[in-house]
């Protein structure tokens, strides 16, 4: 059990920012396949982040959820209390080293230690094409969805390394089929696979796996520009899921397997899994 759940309330609470918490006392499968285990989860207040952090909780970790906005942690948690579930909620920017220290620190202090990251939080600020894209613009997705992951867990890996942790980052379809209208956001989630393969390497001889979820389309507000009247999704994004087999778009509350590994199955599942070293490494 988390020290803080034996404590109580107080203990959640940060000098530096109002943490959303109840803690919980029923209907936790403590002898889930992740009991005992603590998993943070970026981006989780909503969509594909909160299915997962949802997920890895009913599977038993305690889990410390995060997003920018207050109001969205608060609502978040709450939600995952009532569920009976252990989480902690607070606020995390994930492209503010601030929010990032608060965010581990909190972790650390309530959970004991830290054993899993998913980093969900991303970004896509602008519809457009890549040339036509300001250098402001290009600095913010590539801040939140290339750099925070790295910079996070190059804080969390001194922790993490104790217990064998593994990490999970969520790039996108676009990775693999770039879609002409998102431009920087398609090399964004590219840039994320190199840098799961090459922190997967770097990390092996640690026993710190790290892995990437892919997402085809899954209707959340992030993709809400998709799938409104006059959406893209009929025109632009069906063709790229039918080129890449997946003949169907997702919702995060949907019971179909492939999309119940967006909802964390297969987090899960990888989470727990035996380390295996990437091709290419020897000890
Ligand atoms: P979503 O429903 O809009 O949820 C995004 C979550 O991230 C919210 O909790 C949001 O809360 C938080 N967030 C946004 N910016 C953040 C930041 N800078 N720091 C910390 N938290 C932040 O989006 P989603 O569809 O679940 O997308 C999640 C991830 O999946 C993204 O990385 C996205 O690229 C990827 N993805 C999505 C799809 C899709 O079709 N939906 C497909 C492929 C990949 P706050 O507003 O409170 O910060």
């Not at 952090?53 to 906005?69: E, F, M, P, T």
């Not at 991303?122 to 790295?150: F, R």
Request: charged share 20%.
């Amino acid at each position: 059990m988390l020290p803080a759940v034996a404590r109580g309330h107080r203990g959640w609470f940060h000098p530096c920012a109002r943490l959303s918490v109840r803690m919980s006392s029923t209907g936790i499968d403590r002898k889930g396949i992740l009991a005992e285990r603590v998993a943070v989860v970026t981006g989780s207040t909503s969509g594909i982040g909160f299915a997962i952090a949802r997920r890895l909780a009913q599977d038993g970790a305690h889990v410390v959820i995060s997003s920018r906005k207050q109001q969205n942690v608060d609502r978040a948690a709450a939600q995952l209390q009532r569920e009976g579930l252990s989480v902690a909620g607070i606020v995390c920017h994930v492209g503010k080293a601030e929010d990032r220290e608060r965010l581990v620190a909190t972790a650390l202090e309530h959970c004991g230690g830290i054993d899993f990251l998913v980093c969900c939080a991303g970004v896509n600020p602008l519809v457009g094409s890549t040339l036509g894209t300001s250098e402001q613009i290009w600095d913010k997705i590539l801040n939140v969805n290339v750099k925070s992951p790295a910079l996070l867990l190059s804080q969390l890996l001194p922790y993490m390394e104790k217990r064998k942790g593994a990490v999970t980052l969520v790039s996108s379809v676009a990775a693999y089929f770039p879609r002409m209208e998102l431009g920087v956001y398609n090399v964004s989630k590219t840039a994320l696979l190199a840098l799961t393969r090459t922190l997967a390497l770097e990390l092996a001889p640690k026993d710190i796996r790290v892995n990437c979820l892919v997402p085809g389309v899954i209707k959340t507000d992030f993709s809400k520009v998709d799938w409104g009247a006059g959406g893209l999704c009929r025109n632009r994004v069906l063709p790229v899921l039918s080129r890449c087999q997946l003949h169907h778009r997702g919702e995060h509350r949907s019971g179909r397997l492939l999309l119940s590994a967006l909802r964390g199955v297969g987090v899960a599942v990888q989470l727990r899994s035996q380390a295996q070293e990437p091709e290419g490494v020897s000890r």
